[in-house]
């Protein structure tokens, strides 16, 4: 069982920067890709970044490639999300994720534990 808390999100204005921190409870982090997802209302919920289970590789949604950055730290259980130049559509629930496998997992149907979700609004 992995417990995972978010951190982070806030209002921003368009063009700005925020910094989402998840950090996951229990010994086995290390052994899961971690996910960052994302819902805006009315939408389903879509992958936003993920990465392995060592940090050596990552995948990102097309609308974010270049401006968001994930990142783990395994010795403090946690995950990050640097999100750059952030526009209005990127206003959403924005959930960490968690799943024991060796690949990274592209689809928010792949993921077996989640947390509860910090709100990011982008102001235009």
């Known amino acids: 069982q992995v417990q995972l808390v978010e951190s982070g999100g806030g209002l921003v204005q368009a063009g700005g920067s925020l910094r989402l921190s998840c950090v996951a409870s229990g010994r086995t982090f290390s052994s899961h890709v971690m996910g960052w997802l994302r819902q805006a209302p009315g939408k389903e919920r879509e992958i936003v970044a993920a990465i392995s289970r060592s940090g050596g590789s990552t995948y990102y949604a097309d609308s974010v490639k270049g401006l968001f950055t994930i990142s783990r730290d395994n010795a403090k259980n946690s995950v990050y999300l640097q999100m750059n130049i952030l526009k209005p559509e990127d206003t959403a629930v924005y959930y960490c994720?968690?799943?024991?496998?060796?690949?990274?997992?592209?689809?928010?149907?792949?993921?077996?534990?989640w947390g509860q979700g910090t709100q990011v609004t982008v102001s235009s």
């Open positions: 994720a968690a799943v024991s496998q060796l690949r990274l997992a592209r689809s928010a149907s792949t993921y077996d534990y």
